[in-house]
Structure formats: structure tokens, C-alpha cells
């Protein structure tokens, strides 16, 4: 039991730990597709998707911790299955966006620089993109100040002023290489977020079914133990209970004899008494003609 509720603690920190990831990605994926943004006329539009979906798994993060906390607290089968279930096609999906982003983040020197040149060769059209690239990198041009040889003026973003010292500079890398390395930085980040929470799914997991075998044996421990309580207390029940010997009483027997005529009047002695006694002479009378 006491396994039991320590499996039970860790589940909980796990859901609050997994309440406050979801938090996390969903404050640094907006972030990363800002500085995506900030600079995505140079960059491959498909770096962006990773983050979009890192963004969405930040969302079932949060309602996924509701499972996380009610099915151990409360014990439901049903509740840790779906818990796990729901963990572990979080666990593919992650690690899928950090396979993603590895896949990108070899992908993208080709394309950007593809594109950079592109814009490059249109300079005067994209001036404005150039100029905030030039200005946060502090770059000039494509591969330096040199690009700008052919051409009639270079744009005041290739100049760092220092205004202390009333003196100016021209940034002689160019933005290629600052590039790439400010694009891979994002993707190396996508990699990691991945990569980090598919281990934190797989930990979950693994806590998770950990608690639900302890608690399986536990019930089952339960349903043993009350099934012999049960049985101790019938056997003392039983025990307990003395035997009653009912003792039959017999009853008076009925008088089921016909009665005799001793015991009933005859009709003639009734009726005899009924009447009024005869007189001598008529006795005489009556037992002469009987006679005959």
C-alpha cells in the first residue's frame, strides 16, 4: 500500500510537470516563429511547421494533465488507460518534430542561401527586407561589402556608427553565414524540444503503467482479503449458533368411538319424560297387547 501511494505522488508530479511543459511550449513556440518570422523572406517556409505543431502539442499537454491527475487520485481504470494511451501518441509526435527539425536543419544552408541570392540580384526591391536583415545581424550584403562594388551607392545598413566617437564602419562579413547560423540555432531548438519531450512522454509512460500493475495487485490483495474476513466471520457465526431440539407435545386423542346407548338418552325416555305419568290401568292395557 505504501508502494502504492508513492507511485501515486510521482504520477501527480508528473502531471503537474507535464501541466507546466504545456505551458512552456506554448510560451516558446510563438516565440521561435517570431524570429522565424522576423526574417522570413531568407527562410525556407517549411522551418516554420515544426513550431505550428509544437505549438498544438502544448495545448494537449494541458488537457491531457487532467487525466494524469484524476485517474490515480480516484483510481479509475479507464481514466490511466486513456492517460497512457494519449502520452504515447504525444511521445511519436514530438519525436517526430525532432526528426523534423534535424531534417531541416540540414536543409536549410541550400534553400536560404538560394534565396538570399535571389533577393540579392533584386536588391532594390527588397530593400527593406535587406535592411533589417543587415541591421539585427550585422551583416552587408551577401558575402560582404564587396557586393556592392557594381553598384551606385551601398545601403546605410552595411555602416555601424559609433556616436561617442563620431566614427563609422562597414560590417565586412556578409550575412550568409550569420544567417545560417541564426536559422540552425531555431532548428537546433525545435531538435531539442522534441527530442526532450519525447523522453518526458516515455518517463510518463513508464510511471504510469508502474502505478497501474501496483494497483491491479492491490486490488487484487483487497478482494482476497476481504473474501477470508468473510469467511472467518461466517465461521464464527456459525459457531456461535446452538442447536434447538424441539420436543413434539402430543395432543389429547379424540374420542372418535360412536356413541353408545348408555351414554345417549333414548327417544322414549325423552319423550317418556316429556310426559305426564300413566296411570295404572293403561300400563295393564299396554302390556297385554304386547303380549299378543
Request: hydrophobic share 45%.
Amino acid at each position: 500500500m505504501a508502494s502504492l501511494k508513492l507511485k501515486e505522488v510521482f504520477c501527480i508530479l508528473h502531471s503537474l510537470l507535464l501541466f507546466i511543459s504545456g505551458l512552456i511550449l506554448l510560451t516558446l513556440s510563438p516565440y521561435l516563429l517570431f524570429k522565424l518570422f522576423n526574417h522570413y523572406a531568407f527562410i525556407p517556409s517549411n522551418s516554420v511547421g515544426p513550431f505550428f505543431v509544437i505549438f498544438f502539442l502544448g495545448i494537449i499537454h494541458l488537457f491531457v494533465t487532467w487525466l494524469g491527475i484524476k485517474g490515480p487520485t480516484r483510481e479509475h481504470n479507464f481514466h490511466i488507460v486513456l492517460f497512457m494511451i494519449c502520452t504515447f501518441i504525444l511521445l511519436v509526435c514530438e519525436f517526430s518534430v525532432g526528426v523534423w527539425s534535424v531534417i531541416l536543419w540540414d536543409e536549410i544552408p541550400i534553400a536560404s542561401i538560394d534565396l538570399m541570392t535571389k533577393l540579392f540580384e533584386n536588391f532594390d526591391n527588397n530593400k527593406k527586407q535587406w535592411s533589417k536583415l543587415q541591421n539585427k545581424l550585422h551583416c552587408c550584403g551577401l558575402d560582404g561589402s564587396e557586393h556592392f562594388n557594381g553598384t551606385k551607392f551601398m545601403h546605410p545598413t552595411c555602416f555601424s556608427t559609433d556616436s561617442l566617437n563620431h566614427t563609422t564602419a562597414i560590417f565586412k562579413e556578409g550575412c550568409k553565414k550569420p544567417l545560417l547560423k541564426y536559422t540552425k540555432s531555431i532548428m537546433i531548438d525545435g531538435v531539442i524540444i522534441g527530442f526532450a519531450c519525447s523522453i518526458f512522454q516515455a518517463l510518463g509512460i513508464f510511471i504510469f503503467y508502474s502505478f497501474f500493475k501496483t494497483l491491479r495487485e492491490a486490488r487484487t490483495e483487497r478482494v482476497a482479503r476481504m473474501a477470508a474476513t468473510q469467511r472467518e466471520m461466517s465461521t464464527t457465526s456459525a459457531g456461535q449458533i446452538q442447536p434447538q431440539i424441539y420436543v413434539p407435545v402430543a395432543a389429547a386423542p379424540l374420542n372418535t368411538a360412536a356413541p353408545t346407548s348408555a351414554s345417549m338418552p333414548s327417544t322414549s325416555t325423552v319423550v317418556d319424560n316429556d310426559k305426564a305419568p300413566a296411570s295404572p290401568p293403561f300400563k295393564f292395557l299396554r302390556s297385554l297387547l304386547s303380549s299378543y
